[in-house]
């Protein structure tokens, strides 16, 4: 796969574009987050338009000839220093595409754009050959840590 003149992805069969967005159908972006294993059943997708509009960036990867949505990725930030990339996920039938580095780049180039200097993320285990040719390098002397106190920790 390779990127045309526009940036969009095409192979034989797929022609993919990134899309950032402030809207999107709901229940294709919980689709999303169950291919990511991070969707737990009983949670409404009605939330998921805030969480949308809530971000910096969102983008989706759509695969045009379906309109169907087959990644995304989000950013959360202040929109002056720091930004978190979280959310990044592309359908097991299109891994291995390029679309992943597809939607990391877009959102990273719309952190750049915003003059964002401080752009980090946390990696599931044995990612981190897909995210440092991206740029991302480990932060030695720093542990991820998740609030779990008051026992509400999703």
């Known amino acids: 796969m390779v990127p045309d003149q526009h940036g969009e992805m095409m192979d034989d069969e797929h022609e993919i574009e990134i899309?950032?967005?402030?809207?999107?159908?709901e229940e294709a972006i919980a689709d999303l987050y169950r291919a990511g294993g991070w969707w737990k059943e009983g949670w409404d997708p009605s939330g998921i338009a805030a969480l949308i509009r809530g971000?910096?960036?969102?983008?989706?990867?759509?695969?045009?000839e379906s309109g169907r949505a087959i990644g995304m990725g989000r950013v959360l930030s202040d929109g002056i220093a720091d930004a978190f990339i979280e959310d990044v996920v592309v359908l097991s039938s299109y891994r291995h595409m390029g679309i992943g580095t597809m939607i990391v780049s877009a959102l990273l180039e719309r952190c750049r754009s915003a003059n964002i200097g401080w752009i980090v993320l946390i990696a599931e285990p044995g990612l981190d050959e897909f995210y440092t040719p991206l740029g991302f390098l480990r932060m030695e002397g720093y542990i991820p840590m998740r609030y779990q106190g008051d026992g509400r920790g999703a």
């Open 19 to 25: 899309r950032m967005v402030t809207a999107w159908d």
């Open 55 to 64: 971000s910096f960036a969102f983008a989706v990867a759509v695969d045009t």
